[in-house]
């Protein structure tokens, strides 16, 4: 449980909440303990060096850290699933985190550190409210915090590319990007990203191209439009591929971490049908992924949308959540405007 405020704090209360060091001795409750990144005292106002007293640990509580910052990189994550397989840091080492999210244990409150200094990627899916990363949910007294790190990157999936036109009929939409960050927790969440760290969205795909046809003396032309160019994100949107009928165009390029996939070429069939080229995928430089190119008779296939960079569940409020950026935030509006829904 959380110290008291105020009042006589006694030794046995101090080792209740943090553990009871081999010393039995109030120094050893100072800590600089390094966690990937990061060096973590105790808890905040607690001293690494130099004397330290019974009343440095008013309101002080116990520090876990969820690891997102050792091993390979991964995708589509949520918090809680870490602290199942028990990869945390119990700041300060005296004792073992809480047996359960909602024990007893946490009477008072615990805090949280969502430690991220390794990329961390989203699903291609084409909904929006997709995350790479989700808080999950928390016990109401816990505070909670998402630190990134100068090699943390949380990633939004791009959308897929439109297919192009079939033939005389029109090309499909691109699809929509992920989201990077989904924060589920209505207690109260502060991000840090520092300076390196990214929280990006992932961008559409663009659209696939139209067709058309050209019909005379008894005979008709067709020509197909191309595939449209997958969004950026990681994963990279996939490329839609070129319709198929008449003369047929290029399909698209898949869209990558680092740049958008590029529409496939446009179709001519004799001079006389002519299908529309595909559009490319969003990505930093454009974060508008572009139409198909319109076909002889038929129209391309539209862009299609952006994730975000944070979202916030139903039911956290945009107050609960604070960011403090000294790194990436791509759209930066995220870091005062959190889009809304999360799965």
């Not at 790479?132 to 939004?156: F, K």
């Not at 192009?164 to 589920?184: H, V």
């Not at 529309?276 to 572009?290: H, L, N």
């Not at 299609?304 to 509006?333: D, K, L, Q, Y």
Request: proline share 2%.
């Amino acid at each position: 449980m959380a110290l008291q405020g105020s009042g006589a704090i006694k030794f046995s209360d101090i080792t209740a909440e943090f553990g009871t060091p081999s010393g039995k001795n109030l120094g050893a409750f100072r800590v600089s303990q390094s966690v990937g990144e990061k060096v973590f005292p105790l808890d905040n106002g607690v001293p690494s060096s130099g004397p330290i007293k019974f009343s440095d640990f008013y309101n002080k509580q116990l520090t876990i850290v969820i690891d997102y910052h050792s091993g390979g990189n991964t995708n589509r994550v949520q918090a809680p699933d870490q602290w199942n397989a028990n990869n945390v840091t119990v700041i300060g080492g005296h004792r073992s985190k809480p047996s359960a999210i909602n024990s007893s244990e946490w009477q008072g409150g615990k805090k949280i550190v969502i430690h991220v200094n390794k990329t961390i990627g989203s699903v291609n899916n084409s909904n929006a409210d997709r995350c790479a990363l989700r808080t999950g949910s928390w016990r109401a007294d816990t505070e909670l915090v998402i630190d990134v790190g100068g090699e943390g990157r949380i990633y939004g999936a791009g959308g897929k590319g439109g297919d192009g036109a079939n033939g005389s009929s029109t090309g499909e939409n691109g699809t929509t990007g992920t989201s990077a960050l989904g924060i589920q927790y209505s207690g109260g969440t502060v991000v840090n990203i520092a300076s390196g760290g990214i929280i990006q969205r992932g961008f559409g795909g663009g659209g696939g191209g139209g067709g058309g046809h050209q019909s005379d003396k008894g005979s008709r032309r067709y020509a197909s439009g191309g595939g449209g160019g997958g969004g950026q994100g990681r994963p990279g949107g996939a490329r839609g591929d070129r319709g198929s009928g008449g003369a047929q165009g290029g399909n698209g390029t898949a869209g990558s971490t680092s740049a958008a996939g590029e529409g496939g070429g446009g179709s001519d069939n004799g001079g006389e049908a002519q299908g529309g080229g595909g559009g490319e995928g969003g990505w930093t430089g454009d974060t508008t992924a572009d139409s198909g190119g319109s076909g002889e008779d038929h129209g391309g296939g539209s862009g299609g949308g952006n994730g975000a960079a944070i979202r916030r569940a139903s039911g956290v409020s945009e107050g609960s959540i604070t960011v403090n950026n000294s790194g990436t935030v791509n759209p930066n509006s995220n870091t005062t405007s959190a889009a809304t829904g999360v799965s």
